[in-house]
């Protein structure tokens, strides 16, 4: 069962679901013009993407879904103007997240929740050149807006806060996963969808 | 479908073939990525900028052009006009996180616009097929590019449905989750099974090699296109390694 290939109902799933979760995606993305959303938004993802991944992880059943759901995204960040970067780490993400998945035979929660966890990460390629240039950047206008605004902006878009996104996203990710599973509990297994 | 933007279904005056537009895309996102400090990098990011417009004039998107237009003029010259706008005030944090942003992207975003609008989905196919790419990749790809549409069709169907029954965004973000995205992802799943045992009728998921009744090729004018592209890319990249300033 694990090494049964992609059937063409697998290949439109993940399309069906790619899709929305690139519209959760975009939702969250939109946040980003509140400036704090800007640097915390893969948190956001992470708690609502929960809801259409989980029910997409029941429904894969072989290894290579959940990979290319992460090269979709990629593809997708690249056709918006973010370059190769997400399409590597978004590919990246997925597979590990894939493989993680395969060890618990695509049926077991624990695995799952850890894949979700690896996966949503991939959302933080799109904000690395954020991070690399906002120190940069805000350096441009130490002139014209003083010392401490270059400090404050610095502050936000530095590399240092790296980590931090990272940590909150895991966080998210984790609890996305659970209302995930409520959710799925609750509405799709009674509409006989799982 | 009342709105008129099918994807795809847009006349172009002059045609190119899916695989020149795909060059396209990827040339401008990667030479869209630029300090345009020097004067250099200025002329390559004005000769960025006129590509991806005429590509929207060539798709007959007057009105796009149009918005584009302004858009890139009130850009570029919010740049100039930040240091009247306090820094810590919310508009002025908004410009100069987005300013920059938009400076860069715009380009790749329009010349992808243009891809998906001009390209039929089958014509999409053919050409991945073609450049040999894994129909792993290409079938959910064209899925993704299939339903957007469907997404705001089901959508607005669910809005009505539930101003209906007097559920708004009054009743909380829980709420607006629960009976808005969940009702969506049902009936996006099962219109993708309809879609799946469709897509089996169509021989998609044979081990034959599928034949495609779009006829795509390069032409003259795409051979122009993509050595201007490469011109433009070496540019790019040359510009990119030059030393600031």
């Known amino acids: 069962m694990e090494n049964k290939k992609m059937s063409v109902k697998d290949l439109v799933n993940v399309g069906v679901f790619t899709v929305i979760y690139y519209v959760l995606f975009m939702i969250s993305l939109m946040t980003g013009f509140i400036p704090v959303m800007a640097v915390f938004f893969p948190v956001l993802l992470a708690l609502v993407g929960g809801i259409p991944c989980i029910l997409f992880y029941t429904k894969v059943k072989s290894f290579g879904s959940v990979t290319v759901m992460g090269v ?56 690395i050149p954020m991070f690399l240039m906002g120190a940069a950047y805000a350096e441009m206008s130490r002139e014209t807006q003083g010392d401490e605004y270059v400090e404050a ?11 931090i996104v990272i940590a909150a996203t895991v966080v998210a990710a984790i609890i996305g996963t659970y209302i995930g599973r409520a959710v799925l509990n609750k509405h799709f297994k009674r509409a006989g969808i799982v | 479908m009342q709105r008129n933007v099918a994807i795809g279904e847009m006349e172009a005056f002059i045609r190119f073939d899916p695989r020149t537009k795909i060059y396209i895309v990827c040339v401008l996102n990667i030479i869209g990525i630029n300090k345009a400090d020097n004067l250099t990098g200025f002329a390559l990011g004005v000769v960025t900028v006129g590509v991806s417009l005429a590509l929207t004039i060539n798709m007959k998107c007057y009105r796009a052009a149009l918005v584009y237009t302004l858009i890139y003029l009130l850009v570029f010259s919010s740049e100039k006009l930040l240091g009247y706008i306090s820094g810590m005030s919310i508009p002025g944090i908004i410009i100069r996180l987005l300013v920059p942003v938009i400076l860069r992207m715009l380009p790749g975003v329009m010349a992808a616009w243009y891809l998906i609008r001009t390209t039929k989905v089958s014509e999409l196919l053919a050409a991945f097929q073609k450049m040999r790419l894994p ?33 708004g965004i009054r009743n909380g973000v829980l709420a607006l989750v629960e009976y808005r995205l969940i009702p969506l992802m049902m009936s996006i799943v099962s219109i993708g099974s309809d879609l799946a045992a469709a897509a089996v009728t169509r021989g998609l998921g044979s081990q034959i090699r ?12 795409d051979v122009i296109m993509i050595l201007f592209m490469s011109v433009l890319l070496l540019a790019g990249i040359a510009v990119r390694n030059m030393p600031l300033n």
Not at chain 2, 137 to 162: H, K, N, S, W
Not at chain 2, 210 to 221: L, N, P, V
């Open chain 2, 135 to 167: 129909a792993v990749v290409t079938i959910p790809f064209a899925v993704m590019l299939r339903f957007f549409p469907t997404i705001g069709e089901v959508y607005r169907c669910i809005q009505d449905a539930m101003k209906m029954r007097g559920i």
């Open chain 1, 153 to 163: 902006l610095a502050a936000l878009l530095g590399r240092q806060m790296i980590p």
């Open chain 2, 210 to 221: 599928r034949t495609s009744y779009c006829r795509i090729g390069f032409r003259f004018i």
């Open chain 1, 72 to 127: 979709l995204m990629g593809l997708a960040m690249f056709l918006m103007g973010y370059g190769f970067v997400p399409l590597l780490i978004g590919s990246g993400c997925g597979l590990v997240a894939d493989l993680v998945m395969r060890a618990g035979g695509y049926r077991s929660f624990r695995t799952m929740l850890l894949g979700y966890v690896i996966f949503s990460l991939w959302v933080i390629s799109a904000q």
